[in-house]
């Protein structure tokens, strides 16, 4: 069986974070493992509040996965903090994983900061370089290129922009716009796109981690990176379709829509 790992923060709630990571990393048949790198008291309606693991904890949670169950892939998302970022750069650095999708994971949401915006600088001088796959949605792209986006050529800029920074592909995710839901992809050489209709809904809830674990997972079965943006975003979309009424805010996503649907 392939493996995957994720560096993440917990949501216990259940849709987002670590959660929802291995439940999609389940979903694809693939054995996940998760190293906790903030415990986050959420709901679908708030975010009350998170406290961060000690850097040394971050490592040893990584060194105790990479060094006897080593994983295919690895996905990374909630990083607070610049001691954070630099535990977790430190650990990538040492064992070296062969695909490495991060997540920038800026905002819950219901709006609530989950990233320091002074690390900003940190996360990309330390921690993107270690990325295969890059997948900031518009308002995190902007952040990190320091860029407006307003048109898919604007997508298109940031996503060079963010590839020449760092050397690793991004998918610019475009859920955040009206119309289609359209997600840009530049690889370093191609651009690409991938539109799905926009699902009339409120249960969005962990979808933008959702659809980096299932690109980690397919990467770890295997694919190539363009047929596994293919195949998670058909993954996400039928998850967003199939979406839980759950709670009195934005409900998750359904990660196991393949095995029971939701009628």
């Known amino acids: 069986m392939k493996t995957a790992l ?16 291995l439940k999609t990393f389940s979903a694809h048949g693939v054995f996940g493992m998760s190293a906790i790198t903030s415990v986050v008291a959420e709901n679908t309606v708030r ?3 998170y406290q961060d693991m000690t850097p040394e904890v971050i490592q040893e949670q990584i060194t105790a996965v990479c060094e006897d169950i ?8 909630m990083l607070s903090c610049r001691e954070t970022m630099e535990a977790v750069a430190t650990s ?3 064992w070296q994983p062969k695909q490495v999708v991060l997540d920038p994971v800026m905002y819950a949401k219901n709006g609530s900061a989950l990233m320091d915006p002074e690390a900003i600088d940190t996360l990309i001088q330390k921690v993107l370089p270690y990325a295969t796959l890059i997948t900031p949605n518009i308002p995190e792209a902007e952040k990190i290129a320091e860029m407006k986006i307003e048109s898919l050529a604007d997508m298109e800029a940031v996503a060079r922009k963010i590839y020449q920074t760092s050397g690793a592909a991004v998918l610019v995710k475009g859920g955040h716009k009206v119309g289609d839901a ?5 690889d370093g050489q ?10 009339d809904t409120k249960n969005t809830h ?3 981690c959702t659809l980096s674990s299932a690109i980690c997972a397919q990467l770890a079965l295997g694919k190539d990176l363009s ?8 993954y996400i979309t039928k998850a967003i379709e199939q979406a839980l009424p759950l709670g009195h805010g934005h409900g998750p996503t359904h990660h196991f829509w393949a095995f029971y649907p939701n009628d």
Do not use: H, M, W
Not at 190 to 198: C, D, E, F, I, T
């Open 6 to 21: 994720t560096i993440a923060g917990s949501d216990c709630s259940g849709g987002a974070g670590i959660q929802a990571d």
């Open 47 to 49: 975010v009350i509040c």
């Open 70 to 77: 080593f994983p295919d892939a690895v996905k990374i998302g």
């Open 92 to 94: 990538l650095k040492r």
């Open 182 to 186: 359209t997600d840009l992809l530049f």
């Open 190 to 199: 191609n651009v690409s796109q991938y539109s799905a209709p926009r699902i």
């Open 206 to 208: 962990g979808t933008g």
């Open 227 to 234: 047929e596994a943006v293919v195949a998670a975003k058909e």
